[in-house]
C-alpha cells in the first residue's frame, strides 16, 4: 500500500528543477511546473521557451445529483485550448453540450495552484471560471459558467475531516504529473437553465474536482470513474483510474465522509466496440466491485497532426459495493457518476 509523505511542500518542483515525487498529506501549494529541468527522451535539457508545448494542465468540477449532471473541463495542451460544458438532465433525458477551442490557448488562462488562485476560459459568449479559495481555513472551490444556453453558480467547501489525493508520479523517461483529486463533497448554487432556475443545494448536489499538470506521455490512453453522492446516511466518492498516474503510486481512492481511503490498482472491463453496454470496475484489493450503466456520453475526436484526442466520458449511474478495509460495507445503488475512455496525442 502506498504511504503519504510526512508533509506537502509548498512548491512541486525544488531548486535543482526536480519534482518532489509521492502521496502528498494535502493539497500542494503551487505547481510550479515550467521551472522542471525538463528534458529530451535522450536526456538534451529542453529551453524554457520550447517547454511550454510540452507541458499539459487541465481542471475539471463536475456536479452530480439524481436530477442534474454537470461536467465542465478547461485543458491547455500548449498547442490548442480546450473547453467543454455538458449538462444531462436525467428528467428528461436531454443532453446540453458546447465545446469551445483557442489555439495556443490564447483564450485561457490556468491558475497554478490548486488551493488558490483563479482558472478562466473567455471568448465572445462564453465566459468560465474556476476559483480557489480559504475561508475560515476551509477551501472552497467554484464554479462559474456564463454563456447563452446556462448559466451556473457552484462551490464546494472540503470542510475538515477532508483530505484531498494529492500525489505525484513519474511519466515515461521524461516526465511527471501532479493530481490533485477531490470527490465526495457537496455542492451548493444555482443553476439557470432556458427559463427554469435550480437550487443544487436542494438537489442533494455533490461534486468532482481535478486539477492535473505535468509532461505527461506525448500518446497517452486511460480511463476513470468518478461518483459522488449520499448512499445509507454516508457521504462517499471515489476516484478510480487505470493508464496515467501508476509509477511507483496510484491516484485511486474512495472517500467516506471525508476520509481519504486509499484504493490498489484497478481493472475496468467494457465494450470498445459500444461504450454504452454495462461497464464492470473492480480494485485488486476487493475494496471496490461496480457496475456501470450509461445513459449518455460527451465525446470528442480531433486529429489535426501534432494533436489528437478520442475522448468520451460518459455518464450514467453504479450499483455494486465499496468494502473499506476495516469498515462496514457501504451498498451503492442508482448512484450517478462518470467514467471515461481517452486517447490523447499532445
Known amino acids: 500500500?502506498?504511504?503519504?509523505?510526512?508533509?506537502?511542500?509548498?512548491?512541486?518542483?525544488?531548486?535543482?528543477?526536480?519534482?518532489?515525487?509521492?502521496?502528498?498529506?494535502?493539497?500542494?501549494?503551487?505547481?510550479?511546473?515550467?521551472?522542471?529541468?525538463?528534458?529530451?527522451?535522450?536526456?538534451k535539457p529542453v529551453p524554457r521557451w520550447q517547454r511550454r508545448f510540452f507541458y499539459k494542465q487541465f481542471q475539471y468540477f463536475g456536479v452530480i445529483s439524481n436530477d442534474i449532471l454537470i461536467g465542465c473541463a478547461l485543458a491547455d495542451t500548449g498547442w490548442l485550448g480546450l473547453a467543454f460544458v455538458y449538462l444531462f438532465d436525467t428528467r428528461s433525458g436531454k443532453l446540453h453540450e458546447y465545446t469551445w477551442r483557442s489555439p495556443l490557448a490564447r483564450a485561457m488562462r490556468l491558475s497554478d495552484s490548486p488551493i488558490q488562485g483563479e482558472s478562466r476560459f473567455q471568448q465572445p459568449g462564453v465566459d468560465i471560471r474556476l476559483g480557489y479559495r480559504t475561508d475560515n481555513d476551509v477551501l472552497i472551490k467554484t464554479l462559474q459558467i456564463d454563456c447563452s444556453a446556462l448559466s451556473v453558480q457552484a462551490e464546494m467547501a472540503e470542510t475538515a475531516p477532508f483530505t484531498p489525493m494529492s500525489l505525484c508520479t513519474r511519466a515515461g523517461i521524461n516526465g511527471w504529473v501532479y493530481a490533485n483529486k477531490v470527490a465526495g463533497m457537496p455542492v451548493i448554487g444555482q443553476l439557470q437553465l432556458a427559463d427554469e432556475s435550480i437550487d443544487l443545494g436542494a438537489l442533494g448536489a455533490c461534486g468532482h474536482h481535478d486539477f492535473s499538470a505535468g509532461f505527461m506521455r506525448r500518446e497517452t490512453f486511460w480511463n476513470w470513474a468518478c461518483f459522488s453522492g449520499r448512499q445509507q446516511g454516508n457521504l462517499v466518492g471515489i476516484n478510480l483510474s487505470c493508464g496515467v498516474n501508476e509509477t511507483s503510486y496510484t491516484e485511486n481512492c474512495l472517500w467516506l465522509n471525508g476520509e481519504l481511503i486509499k484504493v490498489d490498482t484497478v481493472r475496468f472491463d467494457y465494450n470498445r466496440d459500444d461504450l454504452m453496454q454495462p461497464w464492470q470496475v473492480t480494485s485488486l484489493d476487493g475494496q471496490v466491485e461496480l457496475s456501470f450503466i450509461p445513459r449518455g456520453n460527451h465525446r470528442e475526436k480531433l486529429n489535426v497532426g501534432l494533436f489528437a484526442s478520442n475522448f468520451n466520458q460518459l455518464f450514467g449511474h453504479f450499483d455494486g459495493v465499496l468494502r473499506p478495509a476495516g469498515r462496514d460495507p457501504v451498498e451503492i445503488r442508482q448512484l450517478n457518476g462518470f467514467v471515461e475512455e481517452q486517447y490523447a496525442k499532445w
Request: proline letters at 9%; a neutral charge.
Open 1 to 43: 500500500m502506498n504511504q503519504p509523505a510526512q508533509r506537502s511542500p509548498e512548491l512541486l518542483i525544488d531548486s535543482r528543477g526536480q519534482p518532489h515525487w509521492g502521496i502528498f498529506p494535502g493539497s500542494v501549494t503551487r505547481i510550479n511546473g515550467l521551472e522542471s529541468d525538463y528534458r529530451s527522451a535522450l536526456g
